[in-house]
């Protein structure tokens, strides 16, 4: 079965800081990583991943994937209050699950002023 | 892009009764998707058609579900005999098909309460 496992589930960080957060995958037959951004209902679109090392940045965000040790991680640099919410990753499998995505629980963002 | 609309947005109801939700996905996507989210989990796959077709569907989805995208636009999603283990966010998300990956976009979601 495919399995995601995000850490830390939470985090308390101050306006400036610089937060990583992980994500590890087990997952037959890989075809993309994917960091969403939850605030309050819809989930938004971050990043989407399918080759390793290289990273994407948009902004103050920034994510890597490395498919040898099966993680990705995001980086958030100079934190500012309205990043605060849950940041999803999910895994995309090809094959009979083509299309389907498997997230992890989540990481609750903090950012106080 | 308009967005994946999503109808309604809040629905509580008592034990035993029957619910539909509606998705209407962004109109050139072809792919849409059902998630179920309960509170402090990542949301969890149910089912998705390719256009009119009903393609995968998870075990989590008892008989009591059942979904539907007739000529291929927009998705209802019907449970029967509601249950208090039901109550969680409905999401509905779209896509078109990538070469290498599955871009989903999502809807604000259904918010059930099965009382």
């Known amino acids: 079965e495919d399995k995601v496992v995000q850490s830390p589930l939470s985090l308390v960080v101050h306006e400036g800081d610089t937060v990583t957060l992980n994500c590890s995958y087990e997952?037959?037959?890989?075809?993309?990583l994917l960091w969403y951004k939850q605030e309050k209902k819809a989930p938004t679109f971050l990043f989407m991943l399918?080759?390793?090392?290289i990273e994407k940045k948009s902004g103050r965000l920034s994510s890597i994937l490395d498919k040898k040790e099966l993680f990705s991680i995001l980086n958030i640099t100079a934190t500012q209050t309205g990043d605060s919410a849950v940041y999803l990753c999910?895994?995309?499998?090809?094959?009979?699950?083509?299309?389907?995505?498997?997230f992890g629980q989540g990481t609750i963002l903090t950012v106080h002023p | 892009d308009t967005g994946v609309s999503q109808d309604p947005r809040h629905k509580i109801t008592k034990r035993g009764q029957n619910v539909t939700f509606r998705c209407d996905p962004i109109?050139?996507?072809?792919?849409l998707y059902w998630y179920r989210q309960t509170l402090g989990q990542g949301p969890e796959f149910l089912t998705y058609?390719?256009?009119?077709?009903?393609?995968?569907k998870s075990r989590l989805l008892s008989d009591r579900f059942s979904a539907e995208r007739p000529k291929g636009s927009f998705s209802t999603l019907e449970i029967q005999r509601t249950e208090q283990g039901d109550s969680a966010m409905y999401l509905c998300?779209?896509?078109?098909?990538?070469?290498?990956?599955?871009?989903?976009?999502f809807g604000s979601g259904t918010q059930l309460s099965v009382l």
């Open positions: 998300a779209s896509s078109r098909p990538g070469s290498k990956g599955e871009k989903l976009f």
């Open positions: 997952v037959t037959n890989f075809r993309s």
């Open positions: 399918t080759s390793s090392g």
């Open positions: 999910a895994v995309g499998a090809g094959g009979t699950s083509y299309g389907k995505l498997t």
């Open positions: 109109s050139e996507h072809n792919r």
């Open positions: 058609f390719q256009n009119e077709a009903q393609l995968e």
